[in-house]
C-alpha cells in the first residue's frame, strides 16, 4: 500500500498515509471541500466524518 498524498511507501502509524503530515495534507483537502464530494450540505459533511471514523484515523487513540 503506498500514500495517496506522494506515493510514498505506508508508515503503520499513520495508515493509510506516510506520515502525520500527509495526513494532515489530506485532512487539509478534505476541509476544503475538494475531495470526492464538495458538497457544503451539513447532512453529508456528517456523513464524511463518519466514514473518516471508520478509517484509522478515528481508531488512532
Ligand atoms: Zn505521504
Redesign the pocket.
Known sequence: MS?P??T?ETERAYRP???RR?ADVDLAKWMNGSYACASTDPEDAEKALEELEKTDIGKQF
Open positions: 500514500c498524498i506522494c510514498a498515509f506516510c506520515s500527509c
